[in-house]
């Protein structure tokens, strides 16, 4: 069971990584960081988490395919993007993400 306020933040650019999970982190949140897929799946496999900020476009498995994954997990993703047009938002959560 993961601790309310356990979050994984999913960026292959360190300086969103870093800035998201230092802002998580002042307003009390516990942040694990991955900068890609294979990385976060160790990191889920260690422990569970209560949300994942999940970037969309990493090299390897991308944010959609992880997305999609990890859709029957119930694990709540909030895609995190540049692509923000309308069809891209619908695209994210039809493979699962809960927001975008």
């Known amino acids: 069971m993961p601790a309310a306020t356990d979050i994984v933040v999913v960026d292959d650019d360190a ?3 870093d800035a998201i999970a230092d802002c998580l982190r002042q307003h009390g ?3 694990r960081v ?3 897929a294979a990385l976060l799946d160790r990191l889920l496999a260690q422990q569970r988490t209560a949300l994942i900020v999940l970037d969309w476009m990493m090299p390897g498995e991308d944010g959609l395919s992880v997305c999609r994954r990890l859709q029957a997990s119930g ?3 909030l895609m995190l993007s540049a692509m923000g047009s309308t069809p891209d938002r619908v695209i994210g959560l039809e493979m699962g993400a809960d927001d975008y």
């Open 34 to 36: 991955a900068a890609d």
């Open 15 to 17: 300086s969103i990584r």
């Open 29 to 31: 949140y516990q942040v």
């Open 75 to 77: 694990i709540p993703i």
